[in-house]
């Protein structure tokens, strides 16, 4: 369903209002369910009990795994083997097609880890999600502001029109971020998940949609106009985090050390051998390699855990959404770091 607003600002308080909503409603009425393999990671591991880990991971695009050091590691198959050191007997990956619904997941203590970009990752911590950010997965992911044939071929030029966007997920951040600084407070956005803003583009419904990943690649090759991107404003470029619960922490003190090891591990190995990683990517997502090129580029990946920069640009993140009244407050990020 699309839900339009003729403010940007209206928009983004509306969002941060319905989620607000939804994550209340969720932990308040959602207690987790009593089958063993899902309350593993919420009861007392001890020696002998099997635990399952649970990671939720976005994939707009249908990915079977994530993609980064994490999806390499269970690809090559050590993954599972250097979390049994810490007492993890199973690992089971499920992917969500945006962040919000892995807000919504998580909520419901369906889910251990998420991988989530950073907007909906601050949405959710701020609206009650009890997380802990152990670390960034990518960092510098950018944006495509793409027009509809024969449309705007401009930012100045969407004045009263029509633009889509995936609510809550980076795009959306990047979208109302540039249209604050160009002035432009009469466009009208429409959430729109990636297949519906595809489809919506092709009819000459919207005038431009913010797009990412492969489905910006396929619409520059089809000759789609790029208005803005991104990487035009180093501040709007977005990141994706790993965040894991506060209670699974609790109950594996141990785990984050050997989690850090092996995203260590597979990312020498990603940027040592990028073809073979590409190849991971397009097999994982059904994808041509050279959408994998595009969309996977190995800079992306920082070769520490919790870069400083990385850091500095979710501060600006979050500031960014207090700003912009897309979440109502600003809870204490240095304590949502973990180290």
């Known amino acids: 369903m699309a839900y339009t607003i003729s403010s940007s600002r209206r928009f983004t308080s509306w969002f941060a209002a319905s989620l607000s909503l939804s994550l209340t409603l969720l932990t308040s009425c959602t207690t987790p369910s009593t089958n063993s393999s899902n309350t593993a990671s919420t009861t007392q591991a001890s020696s002998t009990e099997a635990v399952t880990l649970r990671i939720g991971f976005t994939a707009a695009d249908g990915g079977k795994l994530p993609i980064g050091p994490i999806g390499w590691a269970e690809h090559k198959g050590y993954l599972d083997d250097a979390l049994a050191?810490?007492?993890?007997?199973?690992?089971?990956?499920?992917?969500?097609?945006?962040?919000?619904?892995?807000?919504?997941?998580?909520?419901?203590?369906?889910?251990?880890?998420?991988?989530?970009?950073?907007?909906?990752?601050?949405?959710?911590?701020?609206?009650?999600?009890?997380?802990?950010?152990?670390?960034?997965?990518?960092?510098?992911?950018?944006?495509?502001?793409?027009?509809?044939?024969?449309?705007?071929?401009?930012?100045?030029?969407?004045?009263?029109?029509?633009?889509?966007?995936?609510?809550?997920?980076?795009?959306?951040?990047?979208?109302?971020?540039?249209?604050?600084?160009?002035?432009?407070?009469?466009?009208?956005?429409?959430?729109?998940?990636?297949s519906e803003g595809e489809a919506a583009l092709a009819r000459g419904d919207i005038d431009a949609y913010a797009a990412t990943s492969a489905l910006a690649f396929r619409l520059k090759s089809q000759g789609y106009t790029v208005i803005d991107e991104a990487a035009n404003h180093a501040d709007l470029t977005g990141s994706n985090i790993t965040s894991i619960t506060e209670e699974f922490l609790k109950e594996h003190p141990d785990f984050v050390q050997k989690w850090y090891e092996v995203i260590q591990k597979a990312t020498d190995e990603i940027k040592s051998n990028p073809q073979a990683y590409y190849q991971f990517v397009s097999e994982i997502n059904d994808q041509p390699l050279d959408v994998s090129e595009f969309t996977s580029p190995t800079d992306l990946y920082p070769s520490e855990p919790l870069p400083a920069d990385g850091l500095e640009r979710l501060r600006k993140t979050q500031q960014f959404l207090v700003d912009e009244k897309i979440v109502k407050s600003q809870f204490p990020f240095d304590e949502w770091v973990y180290r």
Request: glycine share 12%; net charge neutral; aromatic share 4%.
């Open 85 to 194: 050191d810490v007492g993890i007997s199973d690992v089971q990956f499920a992917g969500f097609d945006s962040g919000p619904a892995v807000n919504e997941a998580v909520a419901a203590s369906e889910l251990d880890i998420s991988m989530n970009g950073d907007t909906p990752a601050i949405v959710g911590k701020t609206n009650g999600l009890r997380t802990r950010l152990v670390n960034l997965n990518q960092v510098g992911i950018n944006v495509y502001l793409i027009s509809k044939k024969d449309g705007p071929t401009s930012l100045e030029q969407l004045k009263g029109k029509t633009v889509g966007v995936r609510v809550g997920a980076i795009p959306h951040r990047y979208l109302v971020g540039v249209l604050e600084k160009t002035g432009l407070s009469d466009v009208k956005l429409v959430n729109l998940n990636n």
